[in-house]
């Protein structure tokens, strides 16, 4: 885990990593390799509960293999980590938020990342505030990543509603990156609260039936309904908003990146509109001035 | 006319306004009723590939008007068709665009027809049958006439989340001459009103004990300035700016770089300016707000009242005032910090707190992904020191404007910056 450092703060050089935290209080024959099993792929709550008992028995981060049921069955499992109390820990407020939305990224090294910022933290206390250290800088993007793919959903998630027998009903098919979900799910219940919905995804689905939330594995696109009536209009609308004396796809591309377009209703008329911006750009350069109110044929140009 | 023919036509000519923030405003949510929220961010469900954020179904109630501004695509005397939604074609468009999660609300206006009055009445129908009827809580902007009477504004600012008033043209003379109907005087008396309401709510939502009081377009007011259709410069434009930022309140001033238009007249430039500058007047409008800059200050960056077109305004401003530079990462107050070119306030905010724990590097900064390229020449740090003479010579400004990332190419140059 521990990756090449800058310097550390000059104070701080002679007491960090190294073996007078690494385990010497709990008195256990070295080296074993222990397997924290998680409830779910993004259990913060799970995950601090373990990350607390290892720090209390002086677990090092070395000796912890941390799983959660998506993840292919290791080689080797070790047995749990002993049980054991200590206090809570004290990390900071921004420490904990960023921690929260890390558990849901889809890098496997997650949890042993923050379970190796929380060791050190114990000689270095400072260190979950310093935003420039490689590992906090890590776990940093690695929040910033959740937090963009949860921008992404709640901005690219399209709905297509169906007839069912209790009624009309709400289905999106999504692709997030990170295991956002459960947590993001809240953010649609609160929006559309009144309609029924079901949001599918490749590794989990959510739905709500007005009243109550519940999860589901993970679906796949031929699950979710292929169309919706208003779709023809939204494109009419995407298409007619656009200005094609501006065009700029790059700036489209990076805000709006590629692999959203698939799910996307409105992409499928983006090359069109991108090839026939010049021409109407030139049309419109080219044309006469009009001096007010006389008209000029139609489609003279 | 089919719902999507007029949908069409009046989206188009709803384009060549710029404002699409649907931020800012209070919270809301529909799990005691209604549907929709907004959660105080903004949210751009698409992107054109103008590369402009699509957040609002923004269109016109109708493109039929009896003002003639020379630069508008819905002038009296220009031939386009004309097109009108009716109030429950334009409900039935948002509520079923919201509802699939294409947009965060509706953001209407209109060309004038019969009488200001008139015209604003209508756009309020639609809104409050959103409300009123729908139970809507997503996000509504009006745009308003200055022209109209006071009570109807006030109740537009009772449905709406954001009102706006365009400015248009920043000199009473170009106004003059390419909106002849539109009254400078009149849009600020309009803005005042708007503002005082505004402030008014504010303060009775704070004071308020139990119920809540009334509302009055929580995400404040806004406008939008065209540039490029007259002879303003950047000066003329970003005064204006600061000055009705500080006279109203406003929230965001837009501008919109003139965009030549179909039926054009013939008062207008025959070509449009280039994108960039709207690009960096929004810089610039960005530093004036949130990074301590005065006008003049980055006036001076540019030549003869113009912002420089090539290199960003701060970065325009450093270079024109270098005895400031270099700065030292590790004891220079935040003001400073926010003044070094490739700098922003979050990572200033960041090297504020990593100071906290011990010496900033260079190479921390390249874990906070700033541009080392840009900041170094301006920068001391433990591990660097830019090369004597650097921050002096004339060559500076060209190797910081050179095209980086072209590989073997860019190399050499960069490694000159890190002797
Ligand atoms: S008032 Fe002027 S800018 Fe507004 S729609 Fe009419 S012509 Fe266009």
């Known amino acids: 885990m521990t990756r090449g450092q800058p310097g550390p703060p000059e104070d701080a050089a002679g007491t960090r990593e190294g073996g007078e935290a690494g385990g010497a209080g709990a008195g256990r024959a070295a080296p074993e390799t222990f397997t924290v099993l998680l409830p779910s792929y993004a259990d913060f709550a799970a995950w601090r509960a373990a990350a607390r008992k290892l ?4 677990i090092p981060p070395e000796a912890v293999e941390w799983r959660t049921p998506e993840d292919p069955p290791g080689l080797f499992t070790g047995p749990p980590p002993p049980d054991a109390v200590g206090p809570p820990l004290a990390v900071p407020r921004d ?8 558990v849901r990224h889809a890098d496997r090294e997650r949890f042993a990342l923050l379970h190796s910022l929380l060791w050190d933290a114990r000689a270095r206390p400072g260190l979950l505030r310093t935003p420039t250290e490689p590992r906090m800088a890590r776990l940093g993007a690695m929040a910033r990543a959740v937090r963009r793919d949860a921008h992404k959903m709640h901005a690219f998630l399209r709905f297509r509603e169906i007839d069912t027998a209790e009624g009309p009903r709400s289905v999106a098919w999504f692709e997030p990156e990170h295991h956002i979900v459960e947590a993001e799910a809240g953010f649609f219940v609160r929006r559309f609260a009144i309609l029924r919905w079901s949001i599918l995804t490749p590794r989990r689905c959510a739905h709500w039936d007005g009243a ?30 656009f200005n094609p004396a501006r065009l700029k796809p790059d700036a489209m591309r990076a805000e709006m990146p590629k692999k959203y377009w698939r799910n996307l209703p409105e992409a499928e008329v983006i090359p069109e509109l991108m090839k026939g911006a010049e021409g109407r750009v030139r049309a419109m350069l080219g044309q006469q001035p009009k001096a007010p109110g006389r008209r000029q044929k139609p489609g003279a140009k | 006319m089919d719902l999507r023919a007029k949908l069409a036509l009046l989206a188009d000519a709803a384009k060549y306004d710029a404002s699409c923030a649907s931020s800012g405003t209070e919270k809301r949510d529909s799990r005691a009723g209604g549907l929709g929220s907004t959660e105080g961010m903004g949210i751009c469900h698409a992107y054109a590939p103008d ?24 002038r009296a005397t220009s031939n386009v068709p004309r097109a009108r939604f009716t109030v429950a074609e334009l409900v039935k468009l948002t509520l079923a665009f919201y509802r699939r999660n294409y947009i965060e609300g509706l953001f209407l206006s209109s060309g004038i027809i019969r009488s200001p009055d008139y015209t604003i009445e209508q756009l309020i129908r639609v809104a409050r049958t959103l409300r009123e009827e729908h139970g809507f809580l997503g996000y509504i902007h009006l745009k308003t006439i200055p022209e109209a009477a006071p009570e109807l504004l006030a109740e537009a600012g009772r449905w709406a989340d954001r009102l706006s008033i365009n400015v248009e043209l920043p000199q009473v003379a170009s106004l003059k001459r390419l909106a002849p109907e539109k009254d400078l005087p009149a849009i600020g008396g309009a803005m005042q009103q708007l503002s005082s309401r505004i402030a008014e709510a504010r303060e009775a939502k704070r004071t308020a004990r139990r119920a809540a009081p009334p509302r009055f377009a929580p995400a404040g007011q806004s406008t939008q300035m065209i540039v490029g259709a007259d002879d303003s410069d950047d000066r003329s434009i970003l005064g204006k700016g600061a000055e009705l930022y500080e006279k109203y309140g406003l929230r965001r001033v837009y501008y919109s770089g003139y965009s030549p238009i179909p039926e054009a007249s013939s008062l207008l430039p025959p070509a449009p300016p280039p994108l960039l500058r709207e690009h960096r007047l929004y810089q610039a409008d960005w530093l004036l707000r949130f990074y301590g800059f005065g006008t003049e200050e980055i006036l001076s960056g540019g030549e003869g009242g113009m912002l420089d077109l ?20 590790n004891a220079a ?32 900064l390249a874990r906070l992904r700033v541009p080392l390229r840009k900041v170094a020449p301006f920068l001391l740090a433990p591990d660097h020191r830019a090369a004597p003479g650097l921050l002096d010579s004339p060559r500076l400004r060209a190797m910081l404007t050179a095209p980086a990332g072209l590989g073997a190419q860019a190399r050499p140059r960069q490694l000159s910056l890190f002797p």
């Not at chain 1, 993970?218 to 023809?232: F, L, Q, T, V, Y």
């Open chain 1, 55 to 58: 720090l209390a028995a002086a």
């Open chain 1, 95 to 102: 420490f904990v938020e960023m921690a929260e939305l890390a």
């Open chain 1, 212 to 241: 109550a939330l519940a999860f589901t594995l993970g679906a796949r696109r031929a699950d979710a309904p292929a169309e919706d009536a208003a779709e023809d209009l939204w494109r009419t609308y995407f298409a007619s908003i």
């Open chain 2, 51 to 74: 590369g402009r954020c699509i957040s609002l179904l923004k269109v016109l109630l109708t493109n039929a008007c009896v003002f003639d501004c020379a630069y508008c695509i819905n």
């Open chain 2, 310 to 329: 090539e290199i960003d305004p701060k970065l325009a401003w450093a270079l024109k005032h270098r005895a400031v530079f270099p700065v030292d990462i």
């Open chain 2, 333 to 364: 107050p935040r003001e400073l910090l926010l003044r070094v070119p490739g700098l922003g306030a979050r990572n200033v905010d960041r090297i504020l707190a990593a100071r906290q724990e011990g010496r900033v590097r260079l190479a921390d």
